[in-house]
């Protein structure tokens, strides 16, 4: 089905443009099905006089996502890594038989009490206090889960750094680090974020534009 897009790039008093989204007309979904109509929004749009008609500034946040389990870590480092499957799980095999890591083949977000103890050792060791939940997080395993396996995570979170790992090759290294940042975070206390939402009216159409401050980095300072 074919739909058509709408942006305009607005400033204020010279100052840097914001890109804004069409998103309504005379109170209802703006939806272009054709070229034609959005060349006619562009057009009753181009001449029009353009002002802020709401603000909208709320506070939001962020949790850590759980440690990896075999498909989200496949996943991640496809997205953030460019790895196949096949070579994820390779470079994981070889990470485990080396002791660097827990069994790479588990559908379980357990993690032992010894494991938890040790990550928030370690943020309270490196980071502020405000980094470290008064509590440690749990998280929920998923129905038919092998509750005995833990989550993927490294073997030492103190002690052993990617760039320690002298007898994995440098893609080792980098899937090693995925995970242990992973694992860290998770422990972690949520990112906060001021959330601001500005709309523009012109010519019976509303433009929205969204953007947000980091208050508070959170998890986030680990990844």
């Known amino acids: 089905e074919e739909y058509w897009d709408l942006h305009a790039d607005l400033s204020a008093d010279g100052q840097q443009s914001v890109r804004f989204e069409v998103t309504r007309y005379e109170g209802a979904a703006f939806d272009p099905k054709t070229e034609q109509q959005a060349a006619e929004a562009v057009e009753r749009l181009s001449g029009a006089e353009h002002s802020v008609s709401n603000l909208e500034a709320r506070k939001t946040s962020s949790k850590p996502a759980a440690p990896f389990i ?58 502020s206090r405000a980094y470290l939940p008064e509590s440690p997080i749990r998280y929920g395993v998923r129905e038919g889960a092998q509750e005995a396996h833990e989550a993927i995570r490294p073997s030492d979170v103190g002690g052993l750094r990617s760039e320690s790992l002298k007898d994995a090759d440098r893609d080792a290294q980098r899937l090693y680090e995925l995970i242990w940042r992973q694992f860290v975070a998770c422990q972690m206390t949520p990112a906060r974020y001021l959330s601001t939402t500005v709309t523009v009216s012109a010519a019976g159409y509303d433009m929205t534009a969204r953007g947000r401050v980091v208050e508070f980095d959170g998890y986030t300072r680990v990844q």
Do not use: P, W
């Open 70 to 127: 075999t498909s989200t870590l496949q996943q991640a480092a496809s997205t953030r890594l460019g790895f196949s499957v096949k070579k994820t799980m390779t470079l994981a095999q070889r990470l485990y038989e080396a002791g660097h890591i827990t069994y790479m083949r588990t559908d379980s977000t357990n993690l032992s009490g010894e494991s938890v103890a040790g990550c928030r050792a370690f943020i309270q060791d490196n980071f």
